[in-house]
């Protein structure tokens, strides 16, 4: 999926470029080259980690992890960029952590009800026969419940190696976005371009040498074409949301963007509940309400910031 998302936007962005004769494409300080390559990695480590994330999360607690970006970015501005960090988003960074924990649900938190102990009551026999057949039914149902703890045990490692996976994809996804600030001279289109390589490299190095099983990479010719088409319509959707984000920021100030988007945690959570029946618990939901509220937070602070100040020269 990475190789057909990164490709695709590699090629007509690459061909958009060549059309329209972009004069900043190529980065001048060698500075600029380590920044556009340490970009293009993170980018591209970005996709591919969120594609990654889904194969062990349900799509609402996956984009809700990949939604505390904005923390991350923070983050890295802060030790990077000596961004100045006020009292607001000090604060909604603590509230958007709180919900990445209300819906991830940590187990020295949260204890899991599935490895909880079950009470078994058996009635006492007298006889032979009798006690045999408790020994039996025991044995069995120590056994099963030895088999569900075992499941229950790997479906929590699953888990959270889904959300080690979607926080690897909002620290990279944060990281791009400081590098992105750091790079000068060079188009946003040029910048976009050398994300679908770092893209590319990043999937053809894992079909190489990490996933033995990656048919496209070894074996070309072995891919159907109902799976060609289903990666060509992911392709496809990455590119065609990757526009429209980029004309609706022409369009629209950037906070009612951000908005906009929070709002995809929303529909996600209604796709798994109505498409796929995984309805989520209501410790998910509120941290999920939590880390949309962080974002529209994070967005609206210059414009909460600006009243404030206009009241306060009003009272003057």
Not at 236 to 247: C, Q, S, Y
Not at 275 to 285: F, M, T
Request: aromatic share 8%; net charge negative.
């Amino acid at each position: 999926m990475l190789l057909a998302r990164s490709g695709m936007q590699t090629a007509v962005l690459g061909l958009i470029l060549v059309v329209t004769g972009c004069s900043n494409f190529l980065p001048v300080r060698s500075m600029d080259w380590f920044l556009v390559v340490c970009q293009s990695i993170s980018s591209g480590a970005r996709v591919g980690l969120t594609f990654a994330c889904l194969e062990y999360l349900p799509i609402g607690d996956a984009l809700t992890i990949i939604f505390s970006e904005p923390l991350w970015t923070l983050v890295l501005s802060k030790v990077f960029l000596k961004t100045r960090i006020g009292w607001w988003k000090f604060t909604f960074a603590f509230v958007l952590i709180s919900g990445v924990v209300l819906c991830t649900q940590p187990p020295f938190l949260f204890p899991s009800p599935n490895m909880t102990h079950h009470h078994h009551h058996h009635r006492h026999h007298h006889g032979r026969h009798h006690h045999h057949e408790q020994s039996v039914a025991l044995n069995d149902s120590l056994s099963n419940e030895t088999t569900t703890n075992k499941n229950a045990v790997d479906d929590d490692c699953d888990y959270y190696m889904g959300v080690v996976l979607a926080v690897g994809a909002a620290v990279t996804g944060a990281a791009s976005n400081v590098i992105v600030a750091k790079i000068e001279q060079i188009s946003s289109t040029a910048i976009v371009t050398y994300s679908g390589v770092g893209g590319v490299v990043l999937a053809l190095g894992y079909g190489v040498l990490v996933d033995p099983e990656d048919k496209i990479v070894p074996n070309f010719a072995m891919v159907t074409a109902e799976e060609w088409l289903t990666l060509l319509m992911l392709g496809g959707m990455g590119l065609v949301g990757f526009f429209a984000l980029t004309r609706s920021l022409q369009l629209i100030p950037p906070t009612t963007v951000a908005v906009l988007r929070a709002m995809e945690i929303v529909l996600a959570y209604g796709v798994q509940a109505v498409v796929l029946g995984e309805v989520p618990n209501s410790l998910a939901i509120a941290g999920s309400s939590l880390v949309i509220t962080s974002v529209v937070a994070f967005a609206a602070e210059n414009v909460f910031m600006t009243c404030a100040a206009g009241r306060m020269c009003g009272m003057h």
